[in-house]
Every structure is written in C-alpha cells, then in structure tokens.
C-alpha cells in the first residue's frame, strides 16, 4: 500500500478535484490543507513549493492534477 499526501487549499478546484478521483479509485489518503493547517502550510514551503495541489506518493512528488502521472505512481 502506498504512502498518499495530498496538500490542499479550500479554494482550489484541482484539489477538490484530486479527492474526489482518489475516493472513487478507493484509493486512502491523507490531506494537509494549507488554508487551515498552519504546519502543512510551512512543511509545503519547505519542501520548495508554493502552489497546491501537490500530491505526494510515498516520496514523489508530483505537481497539480496530472490523472496520467497518478495512476502510474498507484
């Protein structure tokens, strides 16, 4: 099983749009949302980025909602 982050805001639509394409694989994840979560927020900066979604699987990284990337990492 595979370790899912996935940084989000409350205004992103690509984020919204990224859980719920998550749920319907019933694929489990963890969100960190960056609107409300100050430490998510600073660990995202400190990890180079400034723009959500970034979705972690296990330790790549990949940058906005790309569906092809996703399901080759899962």
Same mark, same amino acid.
């Given at each position: 099983?595979?370790?899912? /982050?996935? #940084?989000?805001?409350? /205004?992103? =639509? #690509?984020?919204?749009?990224?859980? *719920? #394409?998550? /749920? $319907? !694989?019933?694929? %489990? &994840? +963890?969100? !960190?949302?960056? %609107? +409300?979560?100050?430490?998510?927020r !600073?660990?995202?900066?400190? !990890?180079? &980025?400034?723009?959500? =979604?970034?979705? #972690?699987?296990? $330790?790549?990284?990949?940058?906005? &909602? *790309?569906?092809?990337k996703? *399901?080759?990492?899962?």
């Amino acid at each position: 099983m595979k370790n899912i /982050t996935v #940084y989000t805001s409350n /205004t992103c =639509p #690509y984020c919204h749009s990224v859980k *719920d #394409y998550l /749920t $319907e !694989k019933n694929v %489990s &994840f +963890t969100e !960190k949302n960056v %609107s +409300t979560d100050v430490d998510a927020r !600073k660990e995202l900066i400190a !990890k180079g &980025f400034m723009g959500v =979604p970034v979705i #972690y699987v296990d $330790e790549e990284a990949i940058v906005g &909602f *790309d569906k092809a990337k996703l *399901d080759e990492l899962l």
